[in-house]
T-cell receptor, first 109, second 113 residues
Framework: KNEVEQSPQNLTAQEGEFITINCSYSVGISALHWLQQHPGGGIVSLFMLSSGKKKHGRLIATINIQEKHSSLHITASHPRDSAVYICAAYGGATNKLIFGTGTLLAVQP | EAGVVQSPRYKIIEKKQPVAFWCNPISGHNTLYWYRQNLGQGPELLIRYENEEAVDDSQLPKDRFSAERLKGVDSTLKIQPAELGDSAVYLC???????????FGQGTRLTVV
């Protein structure tokens, strides 16, 4: 079992829909990253958070430390949001960045 | 501000040949990471530098992979000789250190034929 699990693995949505991607982790963490990767592209950091909630444009990230769970929400989704979304946690004894396997999002017009 | 810069973006080589990747981190970032990402998977750490010191290279296949970060700024990752299984995207990232936000480069997509 991976220390960082994401769900769903694949997600198809219609333009305008509200999207939620979930991330659960089993180790103690100090902070959590949400990252975006377009096909053939590099990785872009969307959020880094250790508590509560952060918002940037149409993106919202929340984290519940007690439940070891984080969510990434996209409001009013658009085809340009199509990408792989990766959750990564700074955790474990060495404070390494531990990656989830990603969620492939496709937003159809 | 320039982000993390990697070169080349793409590289195709024959097996058994050497290859090198270069990374220029964000100015002032002490920590530099090299990751390998296979298709459909998340990145896996190869090596982490704090300034010029490699503090975590436990996942680096040292029989064929080497890395250096002279003067604690730019870094190179080398594979010699390359094998078919080395085909992947090699990502460089940098941060201020510790568990601060990491910024990633565009990656180098390596294809070994």
């Amino acid at each position: 079992k991976n220390e960082v699990e994401q769900s769903p693995q694949n997600l198809t949505a219609q333009e305008g829909e509200f999207i939620t991607i979930n991330c659960s982790y089993s180790v103690g963490i100090s902070a959590l990253h949400w990252l975006q990767q377009h096909p053939g592209g590099g990785i872009v950091s969307l959020f880094m958070l250790s508590s509560g909630k952060k918002k940037h444009g149409r993106l919202i990230a929340t984290i519940n430390i007690q439940e070891k769970h984080s969510s990434l929400h996209i409001t009013a989704s658009h085809p340009r949001d199509s990408a792989v979304y990766i959750c990564a946690a700074y955790g474990g004894a060495t404070n390494k960045l531990i990656f989830g396997t990603g969620t492939l999002l496709a937003v159809q017009p | 501000e320039a982000g993390v810069v990697q070169s080349p973006r793409y590289k195709i080589i024959e097996k058994k040949q050497p290859v090198a990747f270069w990374c220029n981190p964000i100015s002032g970032h002490n920590t530099l990471y090299w990751y390998r990402q296979n298709l459909g998977q998340g990145p896996e750490l190869l090596i982490r530098y704090e300034n010029e010191e490699a503090v975590d290279d436990s996942q680096l296949p040292k029989d064929r992979f080497s890395a250096e970060r002279l003067k604690g700024v730019d870094s190179t990752l080398k594979i010699q000789p390359a094998e078919l299984g080395d085909s992947a995207v090699y990502l460089c990232a940098s941060s201020w250190g510790g568990n601060t936000e990491a910024f990633f480069g565009q990656g180098t997509r390596l294809t070994v034929v």
